[in-house]
């Protein structure tokens, strides 16, 4: 139960995304972008306490909510809530993703804080924002740097807590902290680690949707002077088929999501193209390797790049059919002969994309 709240007092939460500098400096801008949209997103989705976006701060979000605070329950059930959210979608995006780009290989690395400050704030208008002024705006930002050495938990402030009833009774899976800030003295606070968690966050790996026991037709290999991983990326980036696939006039996709496991896309050339699935994706040391099923498992296809001495790239594009010997034989007498034509020239534009010096 909560004491009643003066007109302009205010909840501050602000959820903030640990490990965001090392993860957007040392990676992709446009991969890392995507992501921690999602991420934000997610979050606000999660509210379950009726707050407020108040603006976005790159790596977190300003919730508030005026009116009298949630009890200390409520607070830890909504950084339950967002935490399980959050790490839901990190173990999705790990099991779909197909980018070996850093910013991909790299969420595994963003942790959650969550910081909770209950007291007064005065607003003003700029634009078609409410922007927050006053002591405990500044109180509830500079927290997000404070002394607590762990990578995931929720921060409540003492002040918070002391306007709420029985709250000092919920504490005993809390730690005690405080931190001291220049104009602000010292600033006492509770903080709850939120590692246990983790076992709650229930993902299952999708399931494998390519064809089962594939026959293998034929197969055309190209050495690329160019390292394995930039040809992988170029085979990843579906709206960039468009610099090498021929004949292409346009790729159509449900969404502008990155390629991962699950995600469709056609490649129109004329009157043609076939809607293909990303069904699996498999790295090693010494290779890569990416396969493309057709909606209606009658054929795949598997490319398959080997690190070669000096710094080049093995290619073999490899075609599969469905085990029918009724398949077998439409592929050989009507698709064989023009497949190979089309993909020995896709393959031969890929390679020069791929050398180019500023590729």
């Avoid at 930039?230 to 969404?255: F, S």
Wanted: include cysteine; charge should be neutral; aromatic fraction near 8%.
């Amino acid at each position: 139960m909560a004491i009643q709240a003066a007109a302009d007092e205010v909840l501050f939460f602000i959820p903030d995304l640990g490990g965001f500098t090392k993860f957007i400096t040392e990676t992709e801008i446009q991969h890392s972008q995507h992501i921690i949209k999602e991420l934000l997103e997610i979050l606000v989705d999660a509210d379950t306490l009726g707050m407020k976006v108040s603006e976005f701060e790159g790596d977190a979000v300003l919730f508030y909510r005026k009116g009298a605070p949630p009890s200390l329950e409520q607070l830890v059930k909504q950084a339950r809530k967002m935490y399980l959210d959050f790490h839901t979608l990190l173990k999705k995006f790990e099991y779909a993703r197909v980018c070996q780009c850093g910013a991909c290989a790299g969420t595994g690395g963003i942790a959650l804080k969550m910081v909770a400050h209950f007291g007064s704030a005065g607003t003003m208008q700029v634009k078609n924002h409410l922007k927050f002024i006053g002591k405990d705006i500044i109180i509830a930002h500079r927290l997000l740097k404070n002394s607590v050495n762990l990578p995931e938990y929720l921060l409540v402030t003492q002040a918070t807590l002391s306007r709420l009833v029985d709250a000092h009774s919920q504490l005993i899976s809390f730690a005690n902290g405080a931190d001291a800030y220049d104009n602000l003295g010292t600033i006492e606070y509770h903080f709850k680690s939120l590692d246990g968690y983790r076992n709650e966050v229930k993902v299952e790996r999708p399931s494998p949707a390519g064809i089962k026991n594939p026959r293998k037709m034929t197969q055309l290999t190209r050495t690329i002077d160019a390292p394995v991983e930039r040809v992988y990326q170029r085979l990843i980036d579906l709206p960039g088929r468009m610099n090498w696939i021929e004949g292409a006039t346009k790729v159509e996709m449900a969404n502008n999501q990155p390629n991962h496991i699950g995600k469709t896309h056609r490649c129109v050339r004329g009157d043609e193209g076939i809607e293909l699935m990303t069904t699996e994706v498999k790295i090693s040391d010494t290779t890569m390797e990416l396969w493309e099923t057709d909606l209606k498992k009658m054929s795949a296809c598997r490319y398959l790049l080997t690190r070669a001495p000096g710094g080049k790239a093995d290619l073999a594009v490899e075609l599969f059919v469905r085990d029918n010997p009724i398949v077998r034989m439409i592929f050989r007498v009507l698709m064989e002969k023009k497949l190979k034509k089309f993909f020995e020239k896709s393959i031969a534009n890929l390679g020069e994309l791929c050398e180019r010096a500023d590729s």
